[in-house]
């Protein structure tokens, strides 16, 4: 499989997409200044306890009170308290966490309002980003994610990702890290880990415990609420989390973030610093690659697949409702049973791919079209389960009710990607009334008239609709050429997908927008 991912760096944000055989199957926009992210650790500041969800509202500097239950405390809430406590006090000396003595786990039965008091500080990390008009989810149990461990202070256990099915390899890792991890440390040991060398993983274990380290002792001048440890940038994150043998190439359009990049992926994985590539098109990235097309067809309401078959997404406040429809694949010369199948079997690939694109959190309904053989829901339930194996967040799948409808939850940690691909018409600016669109060659013509004459520019180039581009390109003597001629000017045209139909721009040179 060809895996790549380009990186988009704009003014005011990131985009990464993920491709795979060069079609879209993640899409993340990282904003520049972005807080409260996945895995950001806080000193924070109990504002009021609420015995009846028996869960508790923290201040961490965010607009809204971050939401703490007892369940997130951690069993070891005690071992952090302590030594949060002591880095807060005169002395403000923190005990390394293999010297600490561990503190008893915590009633899992407990009731919150015995634990914490309003007022108290206490040590958090964000488990879920602000949602909608909902604050950060929060969790105590804290840990440090690296590429192929993720540490967990004040713990003992050893734990091996059930991605890794070979017993040897599984058994291997334990021993492992069971023979070189500090007391009071426990560790979660990645799929990437599979098959890496001792010295690698001891490496990269020193420098989570620098990390976890470093942050107790910012507590003692840190302000409450405050920031302790900051995840990485989504980029880093990313490239952390995927970055495996089956990654082919990595394509930046800033000459910064490539060599962001590269330093970052020589640090975890120097045998794939060559796949990083400097991106020096004049044509926008997302548009070199054929993104931008992807991304108006894969985010409207209806999604077209194999076959002429497409499928009705709905949003509500508390699911999603996906629709599953044959379209003119009915025509089809197959029998009923033979043709819902064969749709539906098709339609799971595309359900798959759009849960992970559109990163659909919480509960999703999918109404498959009617079978009435078991063995045919059975297929159906089965190939669901196969192509969401490639998807990374945890997710649960039921098999297919009576009903012939399938449900489907997928953990939610930060907002779904939504993209309006509705166009307002830059003309009548959603009046309904335009001007004659033939005359837009001419309204083109005397801006660049005016441009080259009037402004002094002879080196210009024009980005517009594909489709408008097409028009000024048609023909051996192309509008194009006959502008050029006329003006005495050097005129490029280029098309850009993401345009609405009747838009376009004009740009010097050096790619500055012409005024």
Same mark, same amino acid.
């Given at each position: 499989m060809?895996?790549?991912?380009?990186?988009?760096?704009?003014?005011?944000?990131?985009?990464l997409?993920?491709?795979?055989?060069?079609?879209l199957?993640?899409?993340?926009?990282?904003?520049?200044?972005?807080?409260?992210?996945?895995?950001?650790?806080?000193?924070? !500041?109990?504002?009021?306890?609420?015995?009846?969800?028996?869960?508790?509202?923290?201040?961490?500097?965010?607009?809204?009170?971050?939401?703490?239950?007892?369940?997130?405390?951690?069993?070891?809430?005690?071992?952090?308290?302590?030594?949060?406590?002591?880095?807060?006090?005169?002395?403000? !000396?923190?005990?390394?966490?293999?010297?600490?003595?561990?503190?008893?786990?915590?009633?899992?039965?407990?009731?919150?309002?015995?634990?914490?008091?309003?007022?108290?500080?206490?040590?958090?990390?964000?488990?879920?980003?602000?949602?909608?008009?909902?604050?950060?989810?929060?969790?105590?149990?804290?840990?440090?994610?690296?590429?192929?461990?993720?540490?967990?202070?004040?713990?003992?256990?050893?734990?091996?990702?059930?991605?890794?099915?070979?017993?040897?390899?599984?058994?291997?890792?334990?021993?492992l890290m069971?023979?070189?991890?500090?007391?009071?440390?426990?560790?979660?040991?990645?799929?990437?880990?599979?098959?890496?060398?001792?010295?690698?993983?001891?490496?990269?274990?020193?420098?989570?415990?620098?990390?976890?380290?470093?942050?107790?002792?910012?507590?003692?001048?840190?302000?409450?609420?405050?920031?302790?440890?900051?995840?990485?940038?989504?980029?880093?994150?990313?490239?952390?989390?995927?970055?495996?043998?089956?990654?082919?190439?990595?394509?930046?359009?800033?000459?910064?973030?490539?060599?962001?990049v590269?330093d970052?992926?020589?640090?975890?994985?120097?045998?794939?610093?060559?796949?990083?590539?400097?991106?020096?098109?004049?044509?926008?990235?997302?548009?070199?690659?054929?993104?931008?097309k992807?991304i108006?067809?894969?985010?409207?309401?209806?999604?077209?697949?194999?076959?002429?078959?497409?499928?009705?997404?709905?949003?509500?406040?508390?699911?999603?409702?996906?629709?599953?429809?044959?379209?003119?694949?009915?025509?089809?010369?197959?029998?009923?049973?033979?043709?819902?199948?064969?749709?539906?079997?098709a339609?799971?690939?595309?359900?798959?791919?759009?849960?992970?694109?559109?990163?659909?959190?919480?509960?999703?309904?999918?109404?498959?079209?009617?079978?009435?053989?078991?063995?045919?829901?059975?297929?159906?339930?089965?190939?669901?389960?196969?192509?969401?194996?490639?998807?990374?967040?945890?997710?649960?799948?039921?098999?297919?009710?009576?009903?012939?409808?399938?449900?489907?939850?997928?953990?939610?940690?930060?907002?779904?990607?939504?993209?309006?691909?509705?166009?307002?018409?830059?003309t009548?600016?959603?009046?309904?009334?335009?001007?004659?669109?033939?005359?837009?060659?001419?309204?083109?013509e005397?801006?660049?008239?005016?441009?080259?004459?009037?402004?002094?520019?002879?080196?210009?180039?024009?980005?517009?609709?594909?489709?408008?581009?097409?028009?000024?390109?048609?023909?051996?003597?192309?509008?194009?050429? !006959?502008?050029?001629?006329?003006?005495?000017?050097?005129?490029?045209?280029?098309?850009i997908?993401?345009?609405?139909?009747?838009?376009?721009?004009?740009?010097d040179?050096?790619?500055?927008?012409?005024?």
């Amino acid at each position: 499989m060809n895996i790549e991912l380009v990186i988009d760096v704009r003014t005011s944000e990131i985009a990464l997409a993920l491709l795979e055989n060069k079609q879209l199957v993640e899409l993340n926009k990282e904003r520049n200044n972005v807080q409260f992210s996945v895995g950001d650790i806080y000193l924070g !500041k109990v504002k009021k306890i609420m015995p009846g969800l028996n869960a508790a509202f923290i201040d961490v500097g965010y607009e809204k009170d971050a939401f703490l239950h007892y369940l997130d405390l951690g069993p070891q809430f005690q071992s952090f308290n302590k030594s949060l406590q002591a880095a807060l006090s005169k002395k403000g !000396k923190v005990v390394p966490v293999y010297k600490s003595k561990l503190e008893p786990d915590i009633d899992k039965n407990g009731k919150i309002g015995n634990i914490l008091t309003t007022g108290q500080p206490i040590l958090v990390q964000i488990a879920k980003e602000p949602i909608s008009t909902k604050g950060p989810r929060l969790s105590s149990e804290i840990s440090i994610a690296g590429r192929n461990i993720v540490l967990l202070p004040y713990s003992d256990k050893v734990s091996i990702s059930q991605k890794i099915a070979s017993q040897e390899e599984r058994k291997r890792l334990k021993r492992l890290m069971e023979s070189i991890i500090p007391k009071n440390y426990g560790v979660i040991v990645r799929t990437a880990a599979e098959g890496k060398k001792v010295a690698v993983l001891d490496a990269e274990l020193r420098g989570l415990i620098k990390k976890w380290e470093t942050a107790t002792e910012k507590i003692k001048g840190s302000p409450i609420p405050g920031l302790l440890v900051s995840e990485l940038k989504r980029t880093s994150a990313i490239l952390r989390d995927m970055l495996n043998v089956s990654f082919n190439s990595i394509h930046v359009n800033d000459e910064s973030i490539y060599n962001e990049v590269r330093d970052y992926i020589n640090t975890i994985a120097p045998e794939k610093e060559k796949i990083v590539k400097l991106y020096t098109g004049n044509v926008p990235i997302f548009d070199h690659f054929g993104i931008e097309k992807q991304i108006k067809s894969a985010f409207g309401k209806t999604v077209s697949f194999k076959s002429g078959a497409y499928l009705i997404v709905e949003h509500t406040e508390a699911l999603h409702v996906i629709d599953v429809n044959s379209g003119n694949r009915s025509k089809a010369g197959n029998d009923q049973e033979t043709n819902a199948l064969e749709v539906n079997l098709a339609a799971c690939d595309e359900i798959a791919r759009q849960l992970r694109l559109r990163d659909m959190g919480g509960i999703i309904v999918v109404d498959f079209i009617d079978m009435h053989q078991a063995e045919n829901k059975q297929l159906v339930f089965d190939k669901m389960k196969e192509v969401m194996g490639k998807d990374r967040t945890k997710h649960n799948i039921l098999p297919l009710s009576k009903f012939g409808l399938m449900q489907i939850t997928r953990q939610r940690v930060r907002p779904e990607m939504h993209i309006n691909t509705l166009e307002k018409c830059p003309t009548c600016k959603g009046s309904g009334e335009v001007s004659p669109t033939v005359l837009l060659d001419e309204l083109v013509e005397n801006q660049l008239s005016f441009i080259v004459r009037e402004k002094g520019i002879s080196n210009v180039t024009i980005k517009l609709h594909p489709y408008i581009a097409a028009y000024l390109n048609k023909g051996f003597i192309s509008r194009r050429i !006959k502008w050029m001629f006329r003006y005495k000017c050097r005129l490029r045209v280029v098309p850009i997908s993401s345009f609405t139909f009747l838009e376009y721009h004009f740009f010097d040179n050096n790619d500055n927008e012409i005024e």
